[in-house]
């Protein structure tokens, strides 16, 4: 059991539409105050086994109606999310530390989209006729069978509903990882898609440790798909076991991507831009962390943006006027204040923050890192917090050169007013989404996934259901 402030969710393992309980169990603290909310159990072999052999006898039932047969439940189990809203909102908030005031507005209205959307689009898109070849080719899109789905502490209810609406829209059964360190808002969906008359069976949910539920989860020879969202490093363990039984995976991992503003852009907004990545305490996969500066106009943008950073507040995340919640775990915090030490020591200045916030243990102040070497760590690796770095570029070339520079490939934001220069640049860019004077606008409809280790597989609108179906064709004779 899970008990945040008035609301108490039942946090066992869900299988088969009953509670089941684990001998052990992992303690479950809020990252605000670290005091402990409850527990969840530390899920097994056999507990896996038995949460896929309920999906497995679910499965048919759930294939066969059908996407009419299965819109009625999925748009109610969209409708009990807003009516929840509140609730989910709250736990979401004290379990991961995110702004309370931003899933009131944004997360929980777009978690009920993310499945109302896969609802709808599987009425007109499950199936497709060629009729011009020498057969009639019948395009079928068959579900696939049981998926696992693995979700990390960061944002879990945007991440998790992002693969269930998805998932069984085209007819499949799932096994959800949540993760163990932000297990509420997932055992909450738990209990409102029973409410919302999901079958028994169609959504259970394993707890636990990764490397011990999720692993006996990833090397499940009757898991039909995996989809992961979290680390390279698990991506790895993950691509690996599923190689054994050669299990389609669909990786989101993580990035590091570039924020490039020219001379000619609008420096106000893409100040506020950028003061905007320290969004959820910067632990975000997609947030542009490297801000690349025309050497033109970056001590003016510089100014501007800094006049947006000093201001941020930095505290509990329950309260309006916090911008900055906490970090997930002490362990993360030491290892966000390892990344600025080390890029102070070798030279680097941090011109905003550059220290833990005296706000508690696991605070840490937006910082701003300028004199950075291209190969340093702070600019190459992932540092999942508050920490943006700050470099210049003379030209074009020098800008796309910089931008593509890392392992990742998840997502860049361009500043500029000269369209000619979006379209150039744009194209050069390596990474699976750049956006132009914006950041963040994400269409259902249109395609997501990362280049090079930021990603395998391409997820959103039809390529969704690309990944989560057999794509069969049915091919007829005139
Ligand atoms: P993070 O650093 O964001 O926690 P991880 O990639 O470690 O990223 O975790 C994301 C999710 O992957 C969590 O739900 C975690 O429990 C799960 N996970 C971690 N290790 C494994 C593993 N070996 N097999 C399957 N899932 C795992």
């Given at each position: 059991?899970i008990?945040?402030d008035?609301?108490?969710?039942?946090?066992?393992h869900l299988?088969?539409g009953?509670?089941v309980?684990?001998?052990?169990?992992?303690?479950?603290?809020?990252p605000?105050?670290?005091t402990?909310?409850g527990?969840?159990?530390?899920?097994?072999?056999a507990?896996?086994?038995?949460?896929?052999?309920?999906?497995?006898?679910?499965?048919?039932?759930w294939?066969?109606?059908?996407?009419?047969g299965r819109?009625?439940?999925?748009?109610?189990?969209a409708?009990?999310i807003?009516?929840?809203?509140?609730?989910l909102?709250?736990?979401?908030?004290?379990?991961?530390?995110?702004l309370?005031?931003?899933?009131?507005a944004?997360v929980i209205?777009?978690?009920a989209?993310?499945?109302?959307?896969?609802?709808?689009?599987?009425?007109?898109?499950?199936?497709?006729?060629?009729?011009?070849?020498p057969?009639v080719?019948?395009v079928?899109?068959?579900?696939?069978?049981?998926c696992?789905?693995?979700?990390?502490?960061?944002?879990?209810?945007?991440l998790?509903t992002w693969?269930?609406?998805p998932?069984?829209?085209?007819?499949?059964?799932?096994?959800?990882k949540?993760p163990?360190?932000?297990?509420?808002?997932?055992?909450?969906?738990g209990?409102?898609?029973?409410?919302?008359?999901?079958?028994d069976?169609?959504?259970?949910?394993?707890?636990?440790?990764?490397?011990?539920?999720?692993?006996?989860?990833?090397?499940?020879p009757g898991?039909d798909?995996?989809?992961?969202?979290?680390?390279?490093e698990?991506?790895r363990i993950?691509?690996?076991?599923?190689?054994?039984?050669l299990?389609?995976?669909s990786l989101?991992?993580?990035?590091?991507?570039?924020?490039?503003?020219?001379?000619?852009?609008d420096l106000?907004?893409a100040?506020?831009t950028i003061?905007?990545?320290?969004?959820?305490?910067?632990?975000v996969?997609l947030?542009g962390?490297?801000?690349?500066?025309?050497a033109?106009?970056?001590?003016d943008?510089?100014?501007r943006?800094?006049?947006?950073?000093?201001?941020?507040?930095?505290g509990?995340?329950?309260l309006?006027?916090?911008?900055?919640?906490?970090?997930i775990?002490?362990?993360?915090?030491?290892?966000?204040?390892?990344f600025?030490?080390?890029?102070?020591?070798?030279?680097?200045?941090?011109?905003?923050?550059?220290a833990?916030s005296?706000?508690?243990p696991?605070?840490y102040?937006p910082?701003?890192?300028?004199d950075?070497?291209?190969?340093s760590?702070?600019?190459?690796?992932?540092?999942f917090?508050?920490v943006?770095?700050?470099?210049?570029f003379?030209?074009e070339?020098e800008?796309?050169?910089?931008?593509?520079d890392?392992?990742?490939?998840?997502?860049?934001?361009?500043?500029?007013?000269?369209?000619?220069?979006?379209?150039?640049v744009?194209?050069?860019?390596?990474?699976?989404?750049?956006?132009?004077n914006?950041?963040?606008?994400?269409?259902?409809?249109?395609?997501?996934?990362g280049?090079g280790?930021?990603?395998?597989?391409?997820?959103?609108g039809?390529?969704?259901?690309?990944?989560?179906?057999?794509?069969?064709?049915?091919?007829v004779?005139?």
């Amino acid at each position: 059991m899970i008990k945040i402030d008035h609301i108490q969710i039942a946090s066992d393992h869900l299988i088969g539409g009953r509670y089941v309980p684990s001998d052990s169990t992992i303690d479950v603290f809020s990252p605000i105050d670290e005091t402990v909310t409850g527990a969840v159990p530390d899920g097994d072999d056999a507990i896996v086994d038995e949460a896929i052999r309920a999906a497995r006898e679910a499965f048919n039932d759930w294939a066969k109606a059908g996407p009419a047969g299965r819109h009625k439940s999925l748009l109610k189990f969209a409708a009990l999310i807003r009516e929840n809203a509140d609730d989910l909102a709250l736990v979401e908030c004290v379990d991961n530390g995110g702004l309370l005031k931003a899933l009131r507005a944004r997360v929980i209205e777009r978690s009920a989209q993310n499945i109302e959307f896969f609802a709808n689009l599987a009425l007109e898109l499950l199936g497709e006729v060629i009729a011009g070849g020498p057969n009639v080719d019948n395009v079928r899109y068959e579900p696939a069978g049981v998926c696992a789905l693995i979700t990390p502490w960061n944002a879990p209810l945007m991440l998790t509903t992002w693969k269930i609406g998805p998932a069984l829209a085209a007819g499949n059964t799932i096994v959800i990882k949540p993760p163990e360190l932000a297990p509420a808002s997932c055992a909450l969906l738990g209990q409102l898609a029973a409410q919302a008359g999901l079958p028994d069976g169609v959504v259970n949910i394993v707890h636990g440790r990764g490397a011990k539920s999720g692993q006996a989860l990833i090397e499940h020879p009757g898991v039909d798909r995996i989809s992961f969202t979290g680390s390279p490093e698990t991506g790895r363990i993950i691509a690996t076991a599923a190689a054994a039984h050669l299990t389609p995976v669909s990786l989101e991992l993580g990035g590091k991507s570039p924020l490039v503003v020219f001379r000619n852009a609008d420096l106000d907004k893409a100040a506020a831009t950028i003061a905007h990545q320290y969004f959820n305490a910067g632990q975000v996969c997609l947030a542009g962390t490297r801000v690349l500066a025309d050497a033109a106009t970056a001590e003016d943008l510089l100014a501007r943006t800094l006049n947006h950073v000093e201001r941020l507040i930095v505290g509990d995340p329950r309260l309006p006027d916090t911008d900055i919640g906490p970090l997930i775990s002490r362990e993360q915090a030491a290892r966000v204040d390892g990344f600025v030490r080390r890029a102070v020591e070798a030279g680097a200045v941090a011109v905003a923050g550059g220290a833990p916030s005296d706000a508690g243990p696991l605070y840490y102040e937006p910082t701003l890192i300028r004199d950075v070497r291209q190969d340093s760590e702070i600019v190459q690796n992932e540092v999942f917090g508050p920490v943006l770095t700050w470099q210049t570029f003379v030209n074009e070339d020098e800008a796309v050169a910089l931008a593509n520079d890392t392992k990742y490939g998840l997502a860049a934001s361009l500043w500029t007013n000269d369209s000619d220069q979006a379209h150039r640049v744009g194209s050069e860019i390596r990474a699976g989404t750049v956006w132009v004077n914006s950041f963040f606008v994400r269409n259902l409809a249109a395609p997501f996934g990362g280049f090079g280790e930021s990603g395998v597989g391409i997820e959103g609108g039809r390529w969704s259901f690309d990944f989560y179906c057999n794509v069969k064709n049915l091919s007829v004779n005139k």
